[in-house]
């Protein structure tokens, strides 16, 4: 079956393509834009797509189109309803990344609680060459345990997260489900995880739900102590709000991997922000979760393949 990579640059040119090649004929594009992406598919029986838009357009352009391999767990850059309209299946690769995000998110937790970057950055500026002792104490070293790990979003990665968390003795708290209404008994209310967290680590999908979720009241609830991680997707935090907390000392500190747009624009307003570590969307790109990416994928199209659609995951 003919197949068509829209993104490969994503996935990183370290990484072998060759288990997808085994599976199809394969063409792979670093990028596609939003004009090059009808041509491209037009005749691809199989869509592999990391973050290109494949919508109504799309689909109606690929009039042989057959599966759509979403290059990641997230998949709102698909048309879904759509796709079921013309009999489209629809795959993800979930698990890959958890390894890699949770290392991400306590390098994260590391750096700050140690205070690593502002203690080289003064060691680059020659303070401690002045120092009259041996050491310097002008930046907050804070042991994890015993501290709060607020955790929003208890899936894979989120519970990889709470086990590394109770290796440093920290204390987990599970915030309630955003999406079941049934919760457990051993939840937090949302409330209770922003006013209670010492560091708050967000792992849940950005939905209509939880655009915002994180905005000026619920910034201000949090400990001034508090720092704030987000791994999971743009949005989920207001950009503005948390800029303005920063400035303000509402909250210590803050680390994300994702911004609203991506890349960013030069004037984004997290740029003007103190105390904040801003990475670009690369929690998820060890070169194990980018290699397990690949094999997912490939597996996906192999299943498929063979007619069983049924085994695969579905978005």
């Given amino acids: 079956m003919k197949a068509v990579l829209l993104d490969k640059a994503t996935i990183g040119n370290d990484i072998s393509l060759q288990e997808i090649e085994n599976q199809c004929e394969l063409v792979s594009y670093d990028t596609t834009t939003k004009e090059e992406v009808l041509q491209r598919v037009s005749d691809a029986e199989i869509i592999i797509t990391n ?19 979403v290059a990641a767990t997230g998949y709102n850059n698909i048309d879904i309803e ?5 009999n489209i299946v629809v795959t993800n690769v979930k698990g890959y990344s958890t390894e890699s995000v949770a290392q991400t998110v306590f390098g994260y937790i590391l750096a700050i609680m140690n205070s690593t970057a502002n203690v080289a950055h003064d060691i680059k500026k020659g303070l401690w060459q002045q120092s009259p002792v041996f050491t310097m104490l002008n930046h907050p070293f804070i042991e994890l345990k015993g501290k709060n790990l607020g955790i929003i979003g208890y899936g894979t990665i989120g519970k990889r997260v709470a086990e590394i968390g109770k290796v440093f003795g920290m204390n987990i708290l599970i915030s309630e489900s955003l999406v079941n209404k ?14 209670q967290s010492d560091i708050l680590t967000i792992h849940t999908p950005l939905t209509d739900k939880t655009k915002n979720l994180i905005s000026e009241k619920e910034l201000k609830l949090m400990k001034k102590s508090a720092v704030l991680i987000n791994a999971a997707r743009g949005g989920i935090v207001n950009e503005q709000d948390l800029h303005d907390a920063l400035v303000n000392k509402e909250i210590r500190y803050a ?6 747009q991506e890349p960013p624009k030069n004037d984004n307003i997290l740029f003007k922000a103190p105390n904040i570590i801003i990475t670009p969307h690369i929690a998820w790109t060890s070169v194990e979760a980018r290699q397990k990416l690949v094999a997912g994928i490939s597996e996906n199209i192999k299943l498929f393949l063979a007619g069983k659609a049924n085994e695969i995951d579905l978005c």
């Fill in 182 to 195: 049934e919760q457990s008994s051993d939840r937090f209310t949302f409330d209770e995880i922003l006013t």
């Fill in 51 to 69: 973050k290109v838009v494949i919508g109504k357009r799309e689909t109606e352009a690929a009039k042989n189109l057959k599966l759509i391999c």
């Fill in 82 to 86: 759509e796709a079921k309209k013309r």
């Fill in 255 to 260: 680390a994300v991997d994702v911004l609203t």
